[in-house]
């Protein structure tokens, strides 16, 4: 409806001010000079990066994918990935603005909605196994940068939490009925649990049918974590550190479990910033001024995909205000 489409580009916008009102552009200005025109291969890695996990979540449409072009949807995930970052709500907010965009689109919203769900727990997945792998190939072969074994230790430990959290939640909602408590927690989140259930078989049906786009899609986002973090390993070579590839992506994907525990602050601002100047320093690191330039050229990157996304977002929803006024619609429905 007309008043939604209003809704959400006021909220977009109060989110992008947010994030600029927090945001040292003239600190940011010094660090582009600093690079100069080696910034350009900052946005290009990121675009790589970007490109793999568009392409992850196509395959995660199975057949489906094929009916939408590439490039459409990747402004169409991005759009999605931008308001995440500036809205305290995070993955929700985008991705509810993915199925809301793909809604004109030749494919049903129950499989817009599966791949939605699935793309998210491959990303959480991979992400997860990105880290184990170079948790252990940083601690193995890079001792010369003072990688310690706490902090081995501690990157591990994480993880082991968060599969202990999942196991426990699992057992939780199986044991829901087995107590007054139990009972209670069910009733108050049966039409949840209901569509948990929905998406759950949704999933499962998906796995057993295109177990080879699942596989594929795995890899795109493998890709998807390795080329974003060849961004801050290309930005350790421009400040000179000497540190090579396996520390730089040790570094970016431990910085990652920083943010997600701050997703409801609004693009991570303060928190990312502490994520690189504390894992900078576990790899030996610690000079002040280099986790503070890699802070401030990672926020230039993100600004300049925040506002591309704006931009894209309104491009998207005027050419989809077009198309509806020339088949004779003069308001645009939902």
């Known amino acids: 409806m007309k008043y939604l489409k209003i809704l959400i580009i006021v909220a977009i916008l109060i989110c992008a001010w947010v994030f600029l009102r927090h945001t040292d552009l003239n600190k940011v200005g010094s660090s582009l000079q600093q690079v100069g025109y080696h910034f350009i291969w900052l946005l290009l890695s990121s675009a790589c990066s970007y490109i793999c996990g568009t392409m992850a979540w196509r395959y995660c449409m199975g057949a489906d994918g094929k009916r939408i072009k590439l490039a459409q949807l990747f402004w169409i995930r991005h759009v999605g990935e931008t308001v995440g970052v500036i809205n305290p709500t995070s993955i929700v907010a985008g991705e509810a603005m993915k199925i809301y965009l793909l809604r004109d689109h030749q494919i049903e919203k129950p499989v817009v909605i599966t791949s939605v769900l699935l793309s998210r727990v491959l990303m959480m997945v991979t992400q997860l196994l990105s880290l184990l792998i170079i948790t252990i190939l940083a601690f193995v072969f890079v001792p010369a940068l003072h990688f310690s074994f706490s902090v081995a230790v501690m990157v591990l430990g994480i993880l082991a939490g968060v599969v202990v959290i999942i196991y426990l939640l699992i057992l939780l909602f199986k044991g829901l009925g087995k107590t007054r408590l139990g009972n209670w927690f069910a009733c108050r989140t049966e039409k949840l649990r209901a569509k948990i259930s929905e998406a759950n078989t949704a999933l499962r049906a998906f796995y057993y049918t295109n ?21 801050l390993y290309i930005i350790l070579r421009l400040l000179g550190t000497g540190a090579g590839f396996i520390p730089a992506m040790f570094v970016d994907m431990s910085v990652i479990i920083f943010k997600s525990a701050g997703a409801f602050v609004p693009a991570q601002i303060g928190v990312e910033e502490y994520g690189n100047k504390l894992m900078l320093a576990a790899i030996g690191l610690s000079a002040t001024e280099t986790w503070v330039t890699a802070s401030l050229l990672r926020r230039a990157r993100q600004l ?31």
Not at 217 to 224: E, G, K, S, T
Not at 308 to 321: M, P, Q, S
């Open 211 to 231: 177990k080879k786009d699942l596989l594929i899609a795995c890899c795109f986002f493998m890709l998807h974590w390795v080329l974003g973090s060849l961004e």
């Open 304 to 334: 300049f995909w925040i506002i591309t996304g704006l931009v894209a977002y309104f491009f998207i929803d005027r050419k989809r205000t077009i198309i509806s006024y020339q088949n004779g619609d003069p308001v645009c429905k939902s």
